[in-house]
């Protein structure tokens, strides 16, 4: 499984970068607002910058909702750099758009996407990935895990290539549970990245091992 960070923070991306386990990054415009960066020449900044801390694949989110737009928008993201993913919503141009990068063999992840219909329009367009918010459904009590084993049976049903990006994830059991379910990717916060890291017994067991070790020098 693939674990990408979802945000536009520079050191928490360096932090998840750090711990070595970072396979690549998503952003969206509401992300870039949280960080402060607004205009188009600092997003463009930001993406350059992002793609100098990591190795991987970075999703930039285009703005335009007409194909025209969209096409003219991802052309220009996906030149800044090879990692660049061109983000496209689940809209009907955001599909013709997805169709036309697959086409030139450039990456795309459709976002926004709640349902399996989605999921499988997305991938017919030939997505490089698809990104269901778990988190959101969720939040509407509707149950989000139950997409991504929606999408996963579909995708294996015709042997799709298009790989299921969890998205909205919000903590660790949303990781562990995407996991289990066959999810290509996840993407969440660093939070929830390092609350897999956590247990009290761990802690407890380390603890006793350096009094241990103090006991015996
Ligand atoms: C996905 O690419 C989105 O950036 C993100 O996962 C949305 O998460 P949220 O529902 O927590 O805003």
Redesign the pocket.
């Known amino acids: 499984m693939k674990f990408f960070i979802?945000t536009a923070n520079l050191d928490q991306i360096r932090e998840a970068q750090a711990l070595g386990i970072l396979d690549g990054v998503?952003?969206?415009p509401?992300?870039m607002a949280k960080e402060g960066i607004t205009g188009a020449d600092n997003i463009i900044n930001h993406y350059k910058a992002i793609c100098e801390i990591v190795d991987g694949d970075v999703?930039a989110?285009v703005i335009s909702t007409d194909f025209e737009g969209m096409v003219k928008e991802g052309e220009a993201l996906a030149a800044l750099n090879p990692q660049i993913v061109v983000?496209l919503p689940m809209i009907k141009d955001g599909v013709k758009a997805c169709k036309y990068f697959a086409d030139k063999g450039i990456k795309t992840?459709v976002?926004l996407v709640f349902s399996a219909g989605q999921a499988l329009l997305a991938a017919k367009a030939g997505a490089t990935y698809v990104?269901p918010?778990i988190?959101?459904l969720d939040?509407i009590s509707t149950d989000g895990l139950n997409l991504i084993a929606e999408i996963r049976t579909i995708y294996d049903n015709y042997l799709f290539e298009t790989e299921i990006?969890a998205?909205?994830?919000?903590h660790t059991m949303h990781i562990i549970d995407c996991a289990k379910l066959g999810a290509d990717v996840m993407?969440?916060?660093l939070s929830a990245i390092e609350g897999l890291l956590k247990h009290p017994l761990t802690d407890i067991g380390l603890a006793k091992f350096l009094a241990d070790y103090q006991k015996g020098n």
Request: proline share 4%.
């Open positions: 979802d998503t952003t969206n509401s992300l999703s989110e983000k992840n976002t990104s918010f988190g959101r939040d990006l998205a909205s994830v919000r993407t969440g916060p």
